[in-house]
């Protein structure tokens, strides 16, 4: 038997008015210089809540305004510009988050994660995924360490476009999947261990919240833009669960696939989420589980608001030729091969048609 690992943030913490904690929590870490990494709508949405916590709390802080990719080049000229801080806040979604995580890396700084959208679950994690200018993405590196602090305020998350919390919800949807399946084909976690009986609890706990309060939720960011006990469990699931249970568990086939949909030209502005929950719907047919279950979880997919098809996706027609590169780069993903049984780039065609098909006959049914 072998030894395993999975990775935890110091400290979380979340709900309404959690923005406040942020500079008691710099304080009590020792930070005294703040980097705060943000783009113009997460700082219109909270820049001076922050500013207002870490100054009553004594800290220095200064802005550095996010735009472009997460990058080498962005990633390396944000750091020469945030020299003398001890402490890196990343305010914003999933790229500000990533390249304040890599910007920390650089200065070996302490790393605060301060999500206004629930759109990924990238807070809780050390991994970074870097891009290219395009936005097309060109691996995966790793911080030493999870994040000292994420502090997720759901007064903020709550106000956001439904659009996002949806994504959030359909990033976490995989990981029930995405973590089995790496635990019985004995992958490796990013951690670079076998994965972990509570990397399984994780995901599993993730999916039935969702399941249970998941449409109440998206009602509820919907009609009032507040939170209330739903949202708050299921941002609980996409953050929190969702991010200990992909870094602890593994991925598998939807987070390869997005890799090519998310290059495909009309495919590749739809949000993270988004991509994952067709590409979800996809592993599961890759899987060849009952096709009851699988249309019981295309129709969950639907129900949430989330796309079950390539046309909701933005890309109403794709041709063969196009489903083939899009299957090649999902091959390029290292954890393609984290599913039984395995998929070539003829199989990975096939299946991305009968998602697709299926997506279509449960849009119909549901209408």
């Not at 009553?56 to 550095?64: C, D, K, N, S, T």
């Not at 050390?126 to 993405?137: E, F």
């Not at 696939?257 to 890759?286: C, D, W």
């Amino acid at each position: 038997m072998t030894f395993k690992a999975i990775g935890f943030p110091a400290r979380y913490v979340q709900g309404p008015g959690a923005l406040a904690a942020l500079g008691p929590l710099m304080a009590e870490f020792g930070g005294k210089a703040a980097a705060v990494l943000a783009g113009d709508n997460a700082r219109a949405a909270s820049g001076e809540q922050t500013r207002q916590s870490l100054e009553r709390a004594g800290r220095g802080v200064r802005f550095f305004r996010f735009q472009g990719e997460c990058s080498e080049d962005g990633i390396a000229a944000y750091a020469r510009q945030a020299q003398g801080a001890d402490t890196v806040i990343a305010l914003g979604g999933g790229k500000v988050i990533d390249t304040g995580k890599g910007v920390a890396r650089a200065l070996n700084a302490m790393l605060f994660i301060v999500p206004t959208i629930a759109s990924t679950d990238a807070p809780t994690s050390r991994a970074i995924v870097m891009h290219d200018d395009s936005g097309c993405v060109t691996g995966v590196i790793r911080m030493s360490r999870n994040p000292d602090a994420v502090v997720v305020d759901t007064d903020i998350v709550a106000r956001a476009p439904l659009k996002f919390f949806a994504a959030g919800i359909g990033d976490a949807l995989s990981k029930k999947f995405e973590v089995e399946q790496c635990h019985r084909t004995g992958a490796r976690n990013f951690f670079g261990t076998p994965c972990p009986p509570v990397a399984l609890l994780f995901a599993d706990r993730c999916y039935a919240t969702i399941a249970e309060f998941g449409e109440a939720a998206c009602k509820r960011i919907q009609s009032a833009g507040k939170p209330d006990e739903t949202v708050e469990r299921v941002v609980e699931a996409t953050v929190l669960f969702s991010g200990l249970g992909f870094e602890g568990g593994g991925l598998s086939m939807a987070h390869a696939l997005s890799r090519g949909l998310g290059a495909h030209p009309k495919i590749g502005a739809a949000l993270h989420g988004e991509v994952i929950a067709f590409g979800t719907i996809a592993q599961l047919l890759a899987e060849e589980r009952p096709s009851g279950e699988v249309r019981a979880h295309a129709d969950l997919t639907r129900r949430l608001g989330l796309p079950v098809t390539l046309a909701q996706l933005g890309a109403p027609s794709v041709s063969g030729a196009e489903l083939e590169e899009i299957a090649r780069l999902a091959l390029e993903a290292p954890y393609v091969v984290n599913i039984s049984p395995r998929a070539d780039q003829a199989r990975i065609v096939a299946i991305l048609r009968a998602a697709d098909a299926l997506g279509r006959s449960v849009l119909e049914s549901g209408a």
